[in-house]
């Protein structure tokens, strides 16, 4: 009986610790989205998630790593698609088309275009003043590095074969061109999600995955369209 009650208040003891987390995330991300950015103190975000400050801390080390995990949510979703892409196709294309394609193809179905919008209007322009002066390009690059661990890690479990290596360095070299496709594609459109937006968008994507796939020195410095 005794260890019965001591696991019944050791399990209502993780379901509030878990409540808590939640409500923090909850709350930062509703604060991130309200102040278009991560100028919001520990304070309120403590009031904002109905807990105290030391709760806060319980669970988090600093608010920057609150930020990291509600751009982890948002990235997920990117993750999902391209896990989904790479499980849904036939057991022969796996087989038969090179890992690089089938990530590729799972990157040209993904909708990245939502979650990179919602990221820069939290952020800021990636390397632009706004989001330097708070440390926001520093996030944003660490949550870019985040995604390209965790594809990586999605790529090499549906290709358990595949160089550990290699799957690292081909993840990293997508994400990393990612980067810059967010940068251009913020420089000529504003960051506005629209139909002629996502035009742009495809077209940076596919260069990018081109370029990534061919080697760069395959293209002329004059190549290709602005």
């Known amino acids: 009986m005794h260890e019965q009650q001591t696991a019944a208040r050791g399990g209502r ?10 409500a923090i995330i909850d709350a930062a991300s509703e604060l991130m989205d309200e102040l278009e950015g991560t100028h919001f103190t520990v304070d309120q975000l403590a009031e904002r998630a109905d807990v105290s400050r030391r709760t806060v801390f319980n669970h988090f080390g600093s608010l920057d790593e609150v930020v990291l995990e509600v751009l982890g949510r ?8 391209i896990d989904a892409g790479l499980a849904a196709d036939p057991a022969e294309r796996a087989a038969e088309v090179p890992l690089f394609d089938r990530v590729a193809a799972a990157l040209r179905n993904t909708d990245l275009v939502t979650p990179i919008v ?4 939290s952020l800021g322009e990636p390397g ?3 989001a330097s002066a708070h440390g926001e390009a520093v996030l944003f690059e660490r949550a870019f590095t985040d995604l390209s661990a965790r594809t990586a890690a999605v790529a090499r479990r549906h290709h358990p074969e595949a160089d550990p290596f290699t799957v690292d360095l081909m993840c990293s070299s997508l994400v990393s ?21 996502r035009r742009v968008w495809d077209g940076l994507l596919e260069r990018m995955i081109s ?16």
Request: glycine letters at 14%.
């Open 211 to 226: 370029a990534t796939r061919a080697g760069y020195g395959a293209h002329r410095p004059d190549a290709g369209t602005s």
């Open 74 to 81: 948002v990235l997920e979703t990117i993750v999902d698609s």
């Open 128 to 130: 632009g003043a706004g």
């Open 118 to 121: 919602r990221l820069t209007r």
């Open 177 to 197: 061109g990612g980067l810059v496709v967010v940068r251009y594609w913020e420089e000529a459109t504003g960051g506005v999600d629209s139909a002629e937006s």
């Open 13 to 22: 003891r993780e379901a509030l610790k878990a409540r808590h987390r939640r």
